[in-house]
C-alpha cells in the first residue's frame, strides 16, 4: 500500500509535490493544512485523505466557508496498515521539542510509526520503534531547502519509506 504523507501545507501543495503523491492509496496530512481546498485538491486526485488539526488550523485563519470542514478534523489519527499502525499528530503540543520523539514514541508506544509536522522540517528517526517520521513542509513557506514529502509503503512484513525534496 502506497501513502504519501505531507504536513504544513498552509493552503497550498506545492506543485511538485503533487506530482510525487498521485496514484498513492491514501494521503496522511499531519496538520497545519490552511484551508479545504487543500483536502478538495486531494480527493480531485482520488487520494483518500486522512488528515488532523495543526496550530493554524483554527477558524480566524480558515476561511468562513470552510468552518464545517474544519470542525470535522481531529487532532490526532489512527491509521491501522498492512503490517502495523500508523498514528498522526501535528505534535505542536509536545515539548519540549529536544524530548519530542521520546515522548511520541511513549505516547503511541504501541504504534508501528508516528507521523508529526509543525517544525517543517523533514525527519526519519528510524532508530527505534516507532519511527518518528516528520515530511517537513509540502507547502511554499517555510520548506529549509524545499518542499517535502515522504512515500510510505506498507506491506503486512515490511515498510520502506522514501523522502522527497523538490526545489521551488
Not at 503540543?93 to 509543525?118: E, I, S
Request: hydrophobic share 40%; glycine share 8%.
Amino acid at each position: 500500500m502506497k501513502i504519501a504523507i505531507i504536513s504544513d501545507t498552509h493552503g497550498t501543495i506545492a506543485p511538485g509535490v503533487l506530482d510525487l503523491i498521485r496514484g498513492s492509496e491514501l494521503c496522511v496530512h499531519a496538520g497545519d493544512i490552511g484551508n479545504a481546498a487543500v483536502l478538495q485538491l486531494l480527493e480531485m486526485e482520488n487520494i483518500p485523505v486522512v488528515a488532523v488539526l495543526g496550530n493554524n488550523d483554527i477558524a480566524a485563519k480558515w476561511p468562513v466557508r470552510d468552518a464545517g470542514i474544519l470542525k470535522k478534523i481531529p487532532s490526532e489519527q489512527f491509521v491501522d496498515l498492512p503490517g502495523g499502525q500508523l498514528c498522526v499528530e501535528h505534535g505542536h503540543r509536545v515539548t519540549p521539542v529536544k524530548l519530542r520523539h521520546d515522548k511520541l514514541r511513549k505516547k503511541y508506544n504501541n504504534a508501528k510509526a508516528v507521523v508529526y509536522g509543525h517544525s517543517h522540517r523533514l525527519v526519519c528517526d528510524q532508530d527505534q520503534y516507532p519511527w518518528i517520521l516528520n515530511p517537513g513542509a509540502a507547502g511554499l513557506s517555510r520548506t529549509f531547502g524545499g518542499a517535502s514529502c515522504i512515500i510510505l509503503t506498507a506491506m503486512r512484513r515490511r515498510w520502506t519509506i522514501k523522502t522527497f525534496r523538490i526545489t521551488i
